[in-house]
């Protein structure tokens, strides 16, 4: 990594860019290397997590965190239509479709790079099933399987929507090679 980033500096050094050696850091993913980082001799400070894009990425190359933060975007999206879901006017189809394309969209944003452990796609399935659930004005004394729930919403398990949207990516990465 030190020759990498020595070598780094050298290029930017010879077209007159200087490297910031105050916000420059170091994330070491999947590595046991803990040998400090240095630009002319000052040490490159080490990071846990880096946001890119909007996914959270750590050291580990775990998705918890990211995970967690977009099931808060989802949610306050899901709050922010408090008056949808509780409308009578319109339909069930409707109302879901709204779901999918305003709240089901922010939670699923970029889930690509996600490590998806059973956990994480549990933590997703639980949220989404939740939200489902208020919208058909299903009460927890009714007994309804998600099985069933996702064939009144026209809808198919988490886990396998984000395998579709794999294969799109990988598809996509694909084509622009």
């Known amino acids: 990594m030190q020759e990498k980033t020595t070598s780094v500096a ?6 007159g860019l200087n490297i910031n050696k105050g916000k420059s850091k170091i994330l070491r993913y999947n590595t046991t290397c803990t ?3 240095t630009i002319d001799g000052e040490d490159l400070g080490d990071l846990k997590t880096f946001t890119y894009f909007g996914s959270i ?6 998705s918890d965190t990211d995970v967690e933060a977009w099931i808060g975007k989802a949610r306050a999206a899901y709050l922010q239509l408090k008056d949808v879901w509780n409308s009578k006017r319109l339909s069930t189809n409707t109302t879901v479709r709204i779901f999918n394309t305003n ?3 922010v939670l699923l944003y ?5 490590i998806t452990t059973k956990a994480i796609i ?7 099933n939740s939200c489902l659930r208020k919208i ?10 998600n099985n069933l729930l996702w064939e009144r919403t026209n809808d198919i398990p988490v886990e396998e929507e984000i395998r579709k949207k794999r294969w799109k990516w990988i598809e996509h990465i694909e084509e622009s090679t």
């Open 35 to 37: 040998n400090p980082v």
């Open 122 to 128: 549990q933590k997703i399935q639980m949220f989404i």
């Open 57 to 62: 990425i750590d050291e580990h190359g775990r």
């Open 136 to 145: 058909l004005r299903i009460l927890w004394s009714d007994i309804i399987s």
């Open 110 to 114: 970029g889930p690509e790079p996600w």
């Open 10 to 15: 050298t290029a930017s050094a010879a077209v």
């Open 103 to 105: 709240v089901k969209t």
